[in-house]
Protein backbone atom coordinates (compact mmCIF):
# COMPACT_ATOMS: atom_id res chain seq x y z
CA UNK A 1 0.00 0.00 0.00
CA UNK A 2 0.88 3.38 -0.66
CA UNK A 3 -0.42 6.58 1.69
CA UNK A 4 -0.56 9.53 1.46
CA UNK A 5 -0.85 11.92 4.64
CA UNK A 6 -1.48 15.24 4.40
CA UNK A 7 -0.94 17.10 7.47
CA UNK A 8 1.53 14.01 8.62
CA UNK A 9 3.57 16.09 10.86
CA UNK A 10 0.87 17.43 12.63
CA UNK A 11 -1.13 15.86 15.67
CA UNK A 12 -3.04 12.83 15.04
CA UNK A 13 -1.22 12.65 11.34
CA UNK A 14 2.10 11.39 13.33
CA UNK A 15 0.07 9.02 15.44
CA UNK A 16 -1.14 7.92 11.73
CA UNK A 17 2.86 7.63 10.73
CA UNK A 18 3.62 6.02 13.90
CA UNK A 19 0.90 2.79 12.47
CA UNK A 20 1.96 2.65 9.38
CA UNK A 21 5.35 2.78 9.02
CA UNK A 22 5.79 -0.82 8.93
CA UNK A 23 2.52 -1.42 6.20
CA UNK A 24 3.75 0.40 3.00
CA UNK A 25 5.10 3.26 1.46
CA UNK A 26 4.14 6.59 3.35
CA UNK A 27 4.23 9.99 1.95
CA UNK A 28 3.45 13.00 4.68
CA UNK A 29 2.68 15.94 3.18
CA UNK A 30 2.73 18.92 5.66
CA UNK A 31 3.32 22.91 5.25
CA UNK A 32 4.81 22.93 8.96
CA UNK A 33 2.37 25.59 9.99
CA UNK A 34 0.99 23.61 12.92
CA UNK A 35 2.66 20.62 12.36
CA UNK A 36 6.41 19.93 13.16
CA UNK A 37 9.10 17.57 12.20
CA UNK A 38 10.03 16.31 15.10
CA UNK A 39 6.75 14.35 15.32
CA UNK A 40 8.30 12.06 12.86
CA UNK A 41 11.57 11.97 14.11
CA UNK A 42 11.95 8.33 14.58
CA UNK A 43 11.28 7.13 11.59
CA UNK A 44 13.53 9.97 9.53
CA UNK A 45 16.01 7.29 8.14
CA UNK A 46 13.27 4.67 7.06
CA UNK A 47 13.26 4.67 3.27
CA UNK A 48 9.39 4.12 2.95
CA UNK A 49 8.73 7.34 4.54
CA UNK A 50 8.87 10.40 2.42
CA UNK A 51 8.70 14.24 3.57
CA UNK A 52 7.22 16.64 1.17
CA UNK A 53 6.81 20.06 2.54
CA UNK A 54 3.66 21.41 0.43
CA UNK A 55 0.62 23.01 1.23
CA UNK A 56 -2.65 21.72 -0.26
CA UNK A 57 -3.08 25.34 -1.49
CA UNK A 58 -0.73 24.87 -4.16
CA UNK A 59 -3.24 22.51 -6.45
CA UNK A 60 -0.51 21.64 -9.49
CA UNK A 61 1.96 20.64 -6.79
CA UNK A 62 -0.48 18.60 -4.97
CA UNK A 63 -1.39 16.91 -8.15
CA UNK A 64 2.10 15.96 -8.34
CA UNK A 65 2.58 14.47 -5.16
CA UNK A 66 -0.52 12.93 -4.68
CA UNK A 67 0.44 10.75 -8.07
CA UNK A 68 0.77 7.13 -7.44
CA UNK A 69 -0.61 6.36 -3.73
CA UNK A 70 -3.65 4.26 -2.80
CA UNK A 71 -5.46 6.13 -0.07
CA UNK A 72 -5.42 9.71 1.08
CA UNK A 73 -5.52 10.18 4.90
CA UNK A 74 -6.21 13.59 4.71
CA UNK A 75 -5.78 15.75 8.35
CA UNK A 76 -4.73 19.22 7.05
CA UNK A 77 -7.13 22.17 8.21
CA UNK A 78 -7.33 24.68 10.72
CA UNK A 79 -6.71 23.36 13.84
CA UNK A 80 -8.10 26.45 16.24
CA UNK A 81 -12.03 26.27 15.96
CA UNK A 82 -12.29 29.77 18.07
CA UNK A 83 -9.88 31.68 15.92
CA UNK A 84 -12.41 31.30 13.27
CA UNK A 85 -14.64 34.10 14.90
CA UNK A 86 -11.81 36.32 14.02
CA UNK A 87 -10.83 35.41 11.06
CA UNK A 88 -13.91 34.75 9.18
CA UNK A 89 -12.59 32.78 5.91
CA UNK A 90 -9.90 30.64 7.98
CA UNK A 91 -12.02 27.10 7.69
CA UNK A 92 -13.02 28.32 4.51
CA UNK A 93 -9.22 28.68 2.95
CA UNK A 94 -7.73 26.46 5.33
CA UNK A 95 -10.82 23.79 5.36
CA UNK A 96 -12.98 23.28 2.49
CA UNK A 97 -10.84 24.72 -0.09
CA UNK A 98 -8.20 22.90 0.83
CA UNK A 99 -10.11 19.32 0.67
CA UNK A 100 -11.62 20.35 -2.76
CA UNK A 101 -7.90 20.51 -3.83
CA UNK A 102 -6.86 17.48 -2.21
CA UNK A 103 -10.19 15.85 -4.15
CA UNK A 104 -9.68 17.46 -7.65
CA UNK A 105 -6.27 15.93 -7.01
CA UNK A 106 -6.79 12.57 -6.31
CA UNK A 107 -9.34 13.18 -9.33
CA UNK A 108 -6.56 13.70 -11.80
CA UNK A 109 -4.37 11.85 -10.66
CA UNK A 110 -6.25 8.24 -10.25
CA UNK A 111 -6.56 7.84 -6.65
CA UNK A 112 -9.66 6.51 -5.13
CA UNK A 113 -9.44 6.23 -1.79
CA UNK A 114 -9.89 8.96 1.01
CA UNK A 115 -9.85 8.76 4.71
CA UNK A 116 -11.65 12.05 6.30
CA UNK A 117 -11.31 13.59 9.75
CA UNK A 118 -15.00 15.61 10.24
CA UNK A 119 -16.33 16.20 13.79
CA UNK A 120 -19.50 16.92 16.07
CA UNK A 121 -19.53 20.43 15.55
CA UNK A 122 -21.20 19.70 12.16
CA UNK A 123 -24.58 18.51 14.08
CA UNK A 124 -24.68 22.18 15.32
CA UNK A 125 -25.85 23.18 19.12
CA UNK A 126 -28.88 20.67 20.48
CA UNK A 127 -28.29 20.02 24.30
CA UNK A 128 -27.88 16.87 24.95
CA UNK A 129 -29.77 15.65 22.49
CA UNK A 130 -27.83 12.45 21.02
CA UNK A 131 -26.25 13.24 17.59
CA UNK A 132 -26.76 9.83 15.75
CA UNK A 133 -25.37 9.86 11.85
CA UNK A 134 -28.89 10.30 10.34
CA UNK A 135 -29.53 13.58 12.89
CA UNK A 136 -30.74 16.39 11.00
CA UNK A 137 -31.15 19.07 10.06
CA UNK A 138 -27.29 19.93 10.24
CA UNK A 139 -26.71 23.40 11.56
CA UNK A 140 -23.00 24.24 12.71
CA UNK A 141 -22.65 27.06 14.80
CA UNK A 142 -18.87 27.90 14.05
CA UNK A 143 -17.12 28.34 10.96
CA UNK A 144 -15.25 25.08 11.85
CA UNK A 145 -18.52 23.25 12.01
CA UNK A 146 -19.70 24.50 8.51
CA UNK A 147 -16.45 23.72 6.63
CA UNK A 148 -16.43 20.08 8.10
CA UNK A 149 -19.59 19.88 6.59
CA UNK A 150 -18.77 21.10 3.26
CA UNK A 151 -15.97 18.42 3.37
CA UNK A 152 -18.44 15.65 3.39
CA UNK A 153 -20.73 17.17 0.76
CA UNK A 154 -18.03 17.70 -1.43
CA UNK A 155 -16.32 13.92 -0.14
CA UNK A 156 -20.05 12.55 -1.68
CA UNK A 157 -20.13 14.43 -4.30
CA UNK A 158 -16.24 13.25 -5.53
CA UNK A 159 -17.15 9.77 -4.47
CA UNK A 160 -20.56 9.38 -6.51
CA UNK A 161 -19.59 11.46 -9.52
CA UNK A 162 -15.78 9.74 -10.45
CA UNK A 163 -16.58 6.07 -8.39
CA UNK A 164 -14.17 7.24 -5.43
CA UNK A 165 -14.64 5.70 -2.13
CA UNK A 166 -14.96 8.26 1.01
CA UNK A 167 -14.60 7.18 4.56
CA UNK A 168 -15.89 10.02 6.95
CA UNK A 169 -15.50 10.03 10.88
CA UNK A 170 -16.98 12.24 13.03
CA UNK A 171 -14.67 12.58 15.66
CA UNK A 172 -14.89 13.74 20.03
CA UNK A 173 -12.57 15.45 21.24
CA UNK A 174 -9.30 13.99 20.37
CA UNK A 175 -6.69 13.63 23.04
CA UNK A 176 -3.63 12.47 23.52
CA UNK A 177 0.65 12.90 22.75
CA UNK A 178 1.71 15.24 20.79
CA UNK A 179 -1.65 17.59 20.90
CA UNK A 180 -0.52 21.28 20.60
CA UNK A 181 -4.27 22.94 21.60
CA UNK A 182 -7.10 21.41 24.16
CA UNK A 183 -8.70 21.72 26.95
CA UNK A 184 -5.84 19.63 28.83
CA UNK A 185 -3.12 20.98 26.96
CA UNK A 186 -4.16 24.61 27.89
CA UNK A 187 -4.88 23.78 31.74
CA UNK A 188 -1.32 22.42 31.94
CA UNK A 189 -0.24 25.30 29.81
CA UNK A 190 -1.49 27.75 32.31
CA UNK A 191 -0.86 26.02 35.54
CA UNK A 192 3.44 25.47 34.54
CA UNK A 193 2.65 29.73 34.04
CA UNK A 194 0.72 30.40 37.44
CA UNK A 195 0.74 27.20 39.75
CA UNK A 196 -1.41 29.14 42.10
CA UNK A 197 -4.90 29.67 39.81
CA UNK A 198 -6.91 27.93 36.70
CA UNK A 199 -8.55 30.02 34.71
CA UNK A 200 -11.44 27.78 33.47
CA UNK A 201 -13.31 28.98 30.24
CA UNK A 202 -17.38 28.74 30.84
CA UNK A 203 -19.04 27.50 33.79
CA UNK A 204 -17.19 23.98 33.68
CA UNK A 205 -20.17 21.95 33.08
CA UNK A 206 -19.23 21.73 29.03
CA UNK A 207 -19.76 18.22 28.99
CA UNK A 208 -18.44 15.90 25.72
CA UNK A 209 -16.70 12.76 24.51
CA UNK A 210 -12.99 12.61 24.43
CA UNK A 211 -11.20 10.01 22.48
CA UNK A 212 -7.70 8.99 23.02
CA UNK A 213 -5.59 9.48 19.67
CA UNK A 214 -4.41 5.77 19.99
CA UNK A 215 -8.31 4.63 19.93
CA UNK A 216 -8.90 6.86 16.81
CA UNK A 217 -5.82 5.94 14.80
CA UNK A 218 -7.51 1.97 15.23
CA UNK A 219 -10.92 3.06 14.50
CA UNK A 220 -9.62 4.46 11.07
CA UNK A 221 -7.65 2.01 9.88
CA UNK A 222 -10.80 -0.40 10.97
CA UNK A 223 -12.78 1.77 8.90
CA UNK A 224 -10.75 1.87 6.03
CA UNK A 225 -10.64 -2.13 6.10
CA UNK A 226 -14.23 -3.48 6.70
CA UNK A 227 -16.32 -0.74 4.73
CA UNK A 228 -17.13 -0.61 0.73
CA UNK A 229 -19.70 1.45 0.27
CA UNK A 230 -18.72 4.94 -1.81
CA UNK A 231 -19.08 7.14 1.18
CA UNK A 232 -18.63 5.52 4.51
CA UNK A 233 -20.56 7.85 7.53
CA UNK A 234 -19.25 6.73 11.01
CA UNK A 235 -19.38 8.78 14.52
CA UNK A 236 -16.51 8.18 16.60
CA UNK A 237 -16.69 8.77 20.00
CA UNK A 238 -16.55 7.25 23.83
CA UNK A 239 -19.83 5.98 25.38
CA UNK A 240 -19.49 8.38 27.93
CA UNK A 241 -18.94 11.96 28.54
CA UNK A 242 -16.37 14.00 30.85
CA UNK A 243 -17.36 17.86 32.08
CA UNK A 244 -14.55 20.48 31.53
CA UNK A 245 -14.13 20.57 35.63
CA UNK A 246 -13.58 16.80 35.99
CA UNK A 247 -10.74 17.45 33.23
CA UNK A 248 -9.36 20.47 35.72
CA UNK A 249 -9.15 17.94 38.61
CA UNK A 250 -7.25 15.64 36.52
CA UNK A 251 -4.54 17.85 35.59
CA UNK A 252 -4.05 19.34 38.98
CA UNK A 253 -4.14 15.92 40.47
CA UNK A 254 -1.23 14.97 37.88
CA UNK A 255 0.50 18.13 38.71
CA UNK A 256 0.42 17.82 42.14
CA UNK A 257 -1.74 21.14 42.53
CA UNK A 258 -4.86 20.02 44.36
CA UNK A 259 -4.41 23.40 46.51
CA UNK A 260 -4.37 25.84 43.25
CA UNK A 261 -8.36 27.65 42.98
CA UNK A 262 -10.20 27.31 40.01
CA UNK A 263 -11.54 30.51 38.74
CA UNK A 264 -14.49 30.65 35.82
CA UNK A 265 -14.84 33.31 33.41
CA UNK A 266 -18.99 32.11 33.50
CA UNK A 267 -21.64 31.56 30.97
CA UNK A 268 -22.12 28.60 29.50
CA UNK A 269 -19.88 27.86 26.95
CA UNK A 270 -15.88 28.53 26.45
CA UNK A 271 -16.11 31.02 23.16
CA UNK A 272 -18.55 32.00 20.54
CA UNK A 273 -19.44 29.18 18.43
CA UNK A 274 -18.31 26.31 21.04
CA UNK A 275 -20.98 23.74 21.52
CA UNK A 276 -20.91 23.34 25.34
CA UNK A 277 -22.92 19.62 25.42
CA UNK A 278 -22.38 16.77 22.55
CA UNK A 279 -23.44 13.49 22.74
CA UNK A 280 -22.29 11.50 19.85
CA UNK A 281 -23.41 8.13 19.75
CA UNK A 282 -20.80 5.85 18.15
CA UNK A 283 -23.24 2.54 17.75
CA UNK A 284 -22.72 2.62 13.95
CA UNK A 285 -19.24 1.87 14.62
CA UNK A 286 -20.07 -0.57 17.27
CA UNK A 287 -22.33 -3.04 15.36
CA UNK A 288 -19.63 -2.76 12.30
CA UNK A 289 -17.10 -4.69 15.19
CA UNK A 290 -15.29 -1.54 17.05
CA UNK A 291 -15.52 0.30 20.42
CA UNK A 292 -13.05 2.35 21.74
CA UNK A 293 -10.10 0.83 24.01
CA UNK A 294 -10.23 3.98 26.81
CA UNK A 295 -13.05 5.96 28.32
CA UNK A 296 -13.25 9.93 28.44
CA UNK A 297 -11.70 9.78 31.80
CA UNK A 298 -9.35 7.50 30.76
CA UNK A 299 -8.02 9.00 27.56
CA UNK A 300 -7.74 12.71 29.16
CA UNK A 301 -5.91 11.40 32.01
CA UNK A 302 -3.68 9.21 29.69
CA UNK A 303 -3.35 12.38 27.44
CA UNK A 304 -2.42 14.35 30.02
CA UNK A 305 0.63 12.19 31.76
CA UNK A 306 2.08 11.92 28.35
CA UNK A 307 1.86 15.28 28.10
CA UNK A 308 3.67 15.91 31.21
CA UNK A 309 6.40 13.28 30.01
CA UNK A 310 5.43 10.68 32.75
CA UNK A 311 4.10 8.06 29.86
Not at 61 to 75: F, N, R, S, T
Request: aromatic fraction near 8%; charge should be negative; proline fraction near 3%.
Amino acid sequence: MRYFITGGAGFIGSHMVDALIDQGRITVYDNFSSGQREFLARHLDKPNLSIVEGDCGDLPHLKEAVAGHDLVIHYASNPDIARGFFETDLDLREGTLLTYNVLEAMRVSGVGRILYTSGSGIYGDVGTTPTPEGFGPLLPISFYGASKLACEGLISAFCHQFEMRGYILRMGNVVGRRQTHGVGFDFINKLTADASRLEILGDGSQQKSYVHVSDVIAAHLFVAGHTKEPVNLFNLATDDTLDVTSIAKIVLEEMGLENAALQYTGGDRGWKGDVPQVRLPAEKLKALGWTCRHDSAQAVRRSVREMLGKE
